[in-house]
C-alpha cells in the first residue's frame, strides 16, 4: 500500500498571501489530522476529520482551516500568511476510527516558508 | 509548565547501551504516543499505549497511569536509533466533541556511538 502523500513538499509564499496544502491518507484509511512543526513550539495538534467531519481542533487562529473529501482526501488552508506560519506540515491518517487514539501513519510533510 | 514533560532532552549513548526515555503528563489522558522522527523529518509512530506495555523488537513501552508516566525503553542501542524520540498524549473527547487534541512533548535528541 502507497503511504500517506502530501503535496507539495515545498512552498514559497509571502505575508498577507494564502496556501493549501494537499493530504492523501492511506487506501482505506478514513481518519486525517494535520499538524504544525516549528523549531520553537515543536509539534502541534491542527484539527483531525473523519467522514468529511471535523471532530477534533488545536489552538489555531481561524485562518487555519481544513476539510475533508468523501475520498477521505484532505486540505488544508492558510489564509492571510505571517511570518509566524513558516513551518513544516504534517498529515496523518489513521485506519479506525479513533482517530487520535489510534495509530497515527504521517506523511513526509510539506516545508512552508513564508517571506 | 508543559502538559507533556520528557527527560532527558539530549542523550548520547554508546552502541549496545540500554536506554531509557521518559514521559510524564499532567492531563487525563485517552491514549498516549511514543514517535520517533530521523533527521530528514519523516515521523514513524512506535507505539500507542492505553496502558500496560507493549514490545516491539528491541523497543518496549510502559505506562502507569496512576503516576501519569510512561517510559520508552531501547535494548542494545545501534547507531541507526539516533533520531528524535516525542511522547504525545491525546486527551479530551475524540467523537465529535471537537475539544479532543494530541498534545506533544518537546522530543528527545538521542545519539548513539558506535
Known amino acids: 500500500k502507497a503511504g500517506v502523500t502530501q503535496t507539495p513538499r515545498y512552498l514559497i509564499k509571502t505575508r498577507g498571501q494564502q496556501v493549501t496544502l494537499s493530504c492523501s491518507p492511506i487506501s482505506g484509511h478514513r481518519s486525517v489530522s494535520w499538524y504544525q512543526q516549528t523549531p520553537g513550539q515543536g509539534l502541534q495538534f491542527l484539527f483531525e476529520y473523519f467522514s468529511e467531519t471535523q471532530r477534533n481542533k488545536g489552538n489555531f487562529p481561524g485562518r487555519f482551516s481544513g476539510r475533508q473529501f468523501s475520498n477521505s482526501r484532505s486540505e488544508m488552508n492558510v489564509s492571510t500568511l505571517e511570518l509566524g506560519d513558516s513551518a513544516l506540515y504534517l498529515c496523518?491518517?489513521?485506519?479506525?476510527?479513533?482517530?487520535?487514539?489510534?495509530?497515527?501513519?504521517f506523511g513526509p510533510g510539506t516545508r512552508l516558508t513564508v517571506l | 509548565k508543559n502538559e507533556v514533560e520528557q527527560s532527558p532532552q539530549n542523550l548520547t549513548a554508546q552502541e549496545g547501551e540500554f536506554i531509557t526515555i521518559n514521559c510524564s503528563y499532567s492531563v487525563g489522558i485517552s491514549a498516549l504516543h511514543w514517535l520517533q522522527q530521523h533527521p530528514g523529518g519523516g515521523i514513524v509512530s512506535l507505539f500507542m499505549l492505553s496502558s500496560g506495555k507493549k514490545k516491539h523488537g528491541r523497543l518496549i513501552a510502559t505506562i502507569n497511569i496512576q503516576e501519569k508516566h510512561s517510559s520508552l525503553h531501547i535494548t542494545a542501542s545501534h547507531p541507526r536509533d539516533s533520531a528524535v524520540y516525542i511522547c504525545?498524549?491525546?486527551?479530551?473527547?475524540?467523537?465529535?466533541?471537537?475539544?479532543?487534541?494530541?498534545?506533544f512533548g518537546k522530543g528527545t535528541k538521542l545519539s548513539v556511538k558506535p
Open positions: 504525545a498524549v491525546s486527551k479530551g473527547m475524540n467523537y465529535g466533541g471537537s475539544q479532543g487534541n494530541l498534545i
Open positions: 496523518a491518517s489513521s485506519p479506525r476510527a479513533g482517530g487520535l487514539t489510534d495509530t497515527q501513519y
